[in-house]
């Protein structure tokens, strides 16, 4: 005996496996052969047993999907070594970046909370000693102070809002930028995926809600495409051969057994003999 295994879907190919699969539920209606989905199985219940099955659908395109890793792999590793190869510092120390960010939301978040509380202070101060009878003569200083702090809280909180708005568009543009570099992809790559994806919908979904809606009482493994006895790579360990007797060499004569004989009473024994 011996083993072909297909590979295992990545937990990263996982989600475009989903949409693949939701895509063609969408689009169910505009295929003939996918018509009665709704009638004996909703769109729910197909994806809930197709994503039970994900192991079995995936492996009807192992072959497309391996090539597809493969390539991947080869890029990143090709990609990883020209940075060790590089050694160039980065531009944009991470440390300074870190420290000087780390800073800036300090005073951002510390100054409005000091000066107000510095405000509140010489304000309550300020207006309980003008209370008094005389009141002192730095009186009119606190509460100055005091209206002086409540200013500059008010400016703190200002500058932390217009910060705070400046970073959201700064983070909101470079998340935007890295998600279209992420989808830019080498030719071969893109090649390797598109062709997996079009394995995987054509050999595996398809086939798969095909007989799900022919027989909903079927067992998952049941479901497997089948219809081409080499699309599907063996999973696990093959079976071994077992031949008919014909195909195999001359097989030995099997041993005959006769039945004893059994004769009347007269003729049984010596016991039986007559006198």
């Known amino acids: 005996m011996h083993m072909n295994s297909a590979p295992h879907l990545l937990t990263e190919d996982r989600p475009e496996y989903e949409r693949i699969l939701d895509d063609a539920l969408r689009h169910a209606h505009e295929r003939p052969d996918l018509a009665a989905v709704g009638e004996r199985l909703n769109p729910v219940q197909l994806r809930t047993m197709a994503m039970a099955a994900t192991a079995l659908i995936t ?3 192992a072959t497309e999907y ?4 493969k390539a991947r792999e080869e890029i990143r590793a090709a990609t990883a070594a020209g940075r060790d190869e590089d050694g160039e510092p980065d531009a944009d120390p991470a440390g300074m970046n870190h420290s000087g960010a780390g800073i800036g939301v300090v005073i951002t978040v510390l100054a409005p909370v000091l000066a ?3 405000a509140v202070i010489f304000l309550l101060i300020g207006y309980i000693l003008r209370a008094l009878d005389p009141p002192p003569a730095f009186a009119r200083t606190m509460v100055g ?6 200013a500059a809280t008010a400016a703190a909180i200002l500058v932390a809002a217009v910060g705070l708005l400046i970073t959201a568009l700064r983070n909101g543009s470079t998340s935007l930028a890295a998600e279209e570099q992420g989808e830019e992809l080498p030719e071969d790559v893109a090649r390797a995926r598109e062709a997996w994806r079009h ?3 054509e050999r595996g979904i398809l086939p798969f809600l095909r007989d799900a809606l022919a027989d909903p ?3 998952p493994a049941a479901r497997v495409p089948h219809r081409s006895p080499n699309r599907i790579p063996k999973i696990g360990y093959s079976r071994p051969d077992f031949s008919s007797p014909g ?3 001359a097989a030995a004569p099997r041993p005959t057994f006769t039945s004893p004989d059994f004769t009347s ?7 039986h003999e007559l006198d």
């Not at 009473?265 to 010596?270: E, L, R």
Request: no cysteine; charged share 10%; proline share 9%.
């Open 59 to 61: 492996a009807a395109a």
């Open 66 to 69: 391996e090539h597809y890793v």
């Open 116 to 118: 107000g509380t510095a």
């Open 145 to 150: 102070a005091g209206w002086f702090f409540a």
């Open 199 to 201: 394995a995987l919908l």
């Open 217 to 219: 009482g079927a067992a």
């Open 247 to 249: 195909d195999g060499p």
């Open 265 to 271: 009473p007269d003729f049984g024994g010596p016991e």
